[in-house]
């Protein structure tokens, strides 16, 4: 049987194509009869999200396609086994003929099931999940409001920049004679910040029953897109037409093959879901990685770029749970629960938000963005988000757990604890006294040396 011919009548059709662009998606299984039974339902969500790139006609079609070569394929190996026992019992030369013409037949016939296969995996893999049903359309749904959203403006109020430019613990200056601009060097209170900020949410992670990890902070190319992010640029066909926010690394001694490089991570999602890749996994498992993260920041010139709010490199504390498929939607309330608990006890005014469908990325069924107000720049600002990928990552990456005997995808979820630019920026400018000092929140004070309040240099 030809390798590619696996179950393709039933809704799971596992597929081994050597494309070596997406080697670690091999063991990718896509569900091509539903695409093809919904074209229309996935066509929506996908114009919903703004993916225009995105044909699940053309994936419908293709799967046709690919059934019936598949049955062709079947059909022409069954008569060249036929021929082939005739042949051991009368060997004729009009036999060898004919089983010499149907070899011919079936080899032009897996090349052209192999090339559909190709296309019907390349349009596949471009469809983004499909939503939860409530998910809004338009503006943002407000859940929740934790404190008081102060809109007074004494005079004295300054923005995170300008406050921990006086407390002397950024050096933007330095950083950018290095790295160029958007990058930091953290200094005195504010590498122990850093440093506080990072402990502390490990900490309550570890209580909470997450396994702690300090992951890569690259990843292969082809695991970068498994998760959901597009490490391609806009040209390529795996593009989709947006410009990639991922850093490719080359070193100058390749040790990956060229058409499968490392990345640079923007998050450690996506070590942590792909450390799992290929296996069958107990449920539920939860998971914090604590990494570097890189995002080029494309599009993102002139918008909200003062100071350290958006920057190309910055330090995060993320959560992934690995779940049943049916407590995937209460484990993400569970997630979002913990990250409400994390910012009222850092004492942040701060908002959770129900995302509509064009803020979810491609992985995303159902994201909530947490927004701290932050009076300095006199608006929200988003700190950390959580979302439900249900089976799309475990699908391109080959994770399974057992659910009353039956082998099923997992179901990933990820959040973010800590982002610590965004989190310094909400408390340097939520807790500033008008003498420019800064009030450290009471849990982060263990990991600060002693410092409960950050004073100005000059003072």
């Known amino acids: 049987m030809h390798p590619l011919v696996r179950r393709h ?28 039974d919904h074209a229309s339902t996935h066509e929506a969500n996908a114009q919903a999200r703004n993916m225009p790139s995105a044909q699940p006609h053309k994936v419908g079609q293709l799967y046709d396609d690919f059934r019936s070569l598949t049955a062709q394929v079947q059909a022409q190996r069954t008569q060249l086994n036929t021929l082939s026992r005739q042949l051991s019992c009368a060997p004729t030369q009009q036999l060898r003929e004919q089983a010499k013409q149907v070899k011919q037949n079936a080899r032009a016939l897996d090349a052209r099931l192999a090339a559909v296969h190709r296309d019907m995996l390349h349009a596949a893999l471009r469809l983004p999940n499909l939503a939860h049903p409530e998910v809004p359309h338009g503006e943002p749904r407000v859940v929740k409001v934790v404190g008081s959203q102060h ?13 921990a430019l006086r407390l002397g613990i950024v050096d933007l200056q330095a950083a950018a004679r290095v790295a160029g601009s958007r990058f930091v060097f953290w200094r005195k209170a504010g590498a122990l910040l850093e440093l506080a900020l990072v402990q502390w949410a490990v900490g309550r992670a570890v209580q909470a029953g997450f396994t702690p990890h300090v992951t890569p902070d690259m990843a292969r190319a082809s695991v970068v897109d498994a998760c959901g992010f597009r490490p391609r640029s806009s040209g390529s066909p795996e593009g989709g037409g947006e410009p990639s926010q991922t850093y490719r690394a080359t070193p100058e001694a390749l040790e990956a093959p060229a058409d499968d490089p490392l990345c640079l991570v923007a998050t450690a999602e996506i070590p942590l879901v792909a450390m799992r890749l290929g296996q069958e996994v107990h449920v539920p498992e939860r998971l914090a990685g604590l990494s570097h993260c890189f995002r080029a920041e494309a599009g993102a010139r002139g918008r909200d770029t003062r100071g350290v709010y958006r920057l190309h490199q910055f330090t995060k504390v993320e959560l992934v749970v690995l779940a049943r498929p049916d407590e995937s939607n209460t484990e993400l309330d569970r997630l979002v629960d913990f990250q409400a608990a994390l910012y009222a006890d850092l ?21 909530y963005d947490v ?56 408390i340097l400018e939520s807790f500033q006294q008008e003498d420019g000092s800064v009030v450290v929140p009471e849990v982060l004070r263990p990991w600060m040396m002693g410092m409960d309040v950050l004073r100005p240099e000059d003072k």
């Open 371 to 426: 927004e701290a107000w932050m009076p300095g720049r006199r608006a929200w600002g988003e700190v950390s988000s959580a979302s439900n990928c249900t089976d799309y990552q475990a699908r391109r990456l080959g994770i399974r757990t057992r659910c009353q005997g039956e082998l099923v995808f997992v179901h990933t979820l990820n959040a973010t604890a800590v982002a610590v630019p965004r989190l310094i920026v909400a």
């Open 151 to 163: 809109t007074e403006h004494p005079g004295w109020l300054r923005d995170h920049l300008d406050v």
């Open 9 to 36: 009548g039933t809704q799971q059709l596992s597929h081994s194509f050597p494309y070596r662009q997406l080697r670690a998606l091999q063991t990718a299984s896509l569900d091509y009869k539903h695409i093809r």
């Open 347 to 367: 004492g942040l005014t701060f908002r959770v938000l129900d995302m509509p469908m064009h803020e979810l990325g491609a992985s995303a069924y159902r994201k």
